[in-house]
């Protein structure tokens, strides 16, 4: 495992890093033209999706997904989600069973990961499985990501496009803050509507939480699954620098507190308690707080239930002890 973190680290310099803060560019032709020419240069490019923003490269060529690893400082352990334009282009690179098309036939386009085996001529560079015999892939809802699909014609490995560990992006202006000097490109196409990373599902359980819920899926969550087998499994991750207190009734003082419904505090989820609402806005709340003056964080109770399990298993995560 040392060995492969050393190649991530030695090709650095030559994929994704930029010696100035990234370029934004808004969402349009130009945009998506030169984002895909970064790709085929083997760069890598921020790019909104429905979830979150993604830093995108080109999943075939090892030295660019190398470059994503270094730019945002991942272990190399923890693999990464493929995206591609639609069904066929997932059944090239992953063997579908009966149940797995039949969750891809209802809800992709969508925030739907799964997890499948990965084909032997896939094409994909092996650091994007960190070395696993399974595959995470998806086909994205979102117009700025499925042009670039198209513009660059190759499936692209995307994690959230932000430091390891860090909060997750929901606009430019958070991939531009936490990946400064480290990548050339941020495509701009205003806040993602989502706002939460998007669902896995490995054979028929849920292993991480997402905007699609237990309920619509009709599956439940997966027990303990031990190694990392999928993007998103780490104890600590989505975490501001500041500390974080869970399911608080009230302020103390020296804190920052995010309200939900009846709890008010100095920003809110959602002052009428619309979880969708809730997870849409976590992220973007988060960043707020820790960029405040206060010296911690609080955070109202959520309540556990539908799409609560995500915005409460991002929550838990964000307050993991480093």
Known sequence: MGSLLCVVRLRYSASCVSPTNPRTLRYGAAAIAEAARLIAAGQCVAVPTETVYGLAA??????????????????????????????AAAERIAVFDDAARDLA???????LTLVLPVKPDSGIASLVTAGLDTIAI??????????????????????SANASGGISPTRAEHVAASLSGRIPLVIDDGATPAGLESTIVLR???????PITAEAL??????????????????????????????????????????????????????SGDMVEAAANLFEA????????????AIAPIPETGIGVAI???LRRAAHPR
């Open 105 to 111: 036939a209802r809800f992709w386009p969508g925030p």
């Open 204 to 210: 028929g359980h849920i292993l991480r939480p997402g």
């Open 312 to 314: 409460n298993d991002r």
């Open 218 to 271: 009709g599956l439940e969550a997966a027990e303990s699954m031990g190694a990392i087998t999928a993007p998103g499994q780490l104890a600590s991750h989505y975490a501001p620098t500041k500390s974080l207190r869970l399911n608080a009734p009230g302020r103390v003082d020296g804190e920052w507190l995010i309200g939900f419904g009846d709890v008010a505090g100095d920003d809110t989820l959602s002052a």
């Open 58 to 87: 080109d999943a075939t060529d090892s030295r660019a997904v190398a470059g994503i690893y270094a730019a945002k400082g991942r272990p190399s352990f923890n693999p990464l989600i493929v995206h591609v334009a639609d069904l």
């Open 286 to 297: 988060l960043h707020r707080a820790d960029a405040s003056s206060a010296s911690a964080i």
């Open 138 to 159: 998806r086909v994205p809802n979102h117009r700025a990501m499925q042009a670039l699909l198209a513009a660059c014609g190759k499936p692209l490995a995307a994690p």
